[in-house]
Nanobody, 116 residues
């Protein structure tokens, strides 16, 4: 059973930084999965924040470009989301995702709250 476990969420003031981590286990060849971070704010639909391919190509939601950075460590089966210059509108539950062909796995989510 594939598991994705997120960590690193919490409460931060506007302008602050957080680094989310997502560790994958229970499967193999995670290095060829497309890994991504999604978020869902209260009362809103889940949205794609960032993705990274096996080759390291990245894609970002327009509103986080220049502030967030996605990266992966294939040796550790871990994907990261470095979030800088955080804004109150970044407040949401952040979910890790792993996709490969018909396979689509989700983590349980980690809360990020940006508030003074």
């Amino acid at each position: 059973q594939v598991q994705l476990v997120e960590s690193g969420g919490g409460l931060v003031q506007p302008g602050g930084s957080l680094r989310l981590s997502c560790a994958a286990s229970g499967g193999s060849m995670f290095n060829i999965y497309v890994m991504g971070w999604y978020r869902q704010a209260s009362g809103k639909q889940r949205e794609l924040v960032a993705t990274i391919t096996s080759g390291g190509s990245t894609n970002y939601l327009n509103s986080v470009k220049g502030r967030f950075t996605i990266s992966r460590d294939n040796a550790k089966n871990t994907v990261y989301l470095q979030m800088d210059s955080l804004k109150p509108e970044d407040t949401a539950v952040y979910y890790c995702n792993a996709k490969l062909l018909v396979y689509d796995y989700w983590g349980q989510g980690t809360q990020v709250t940006v508030s003074s």
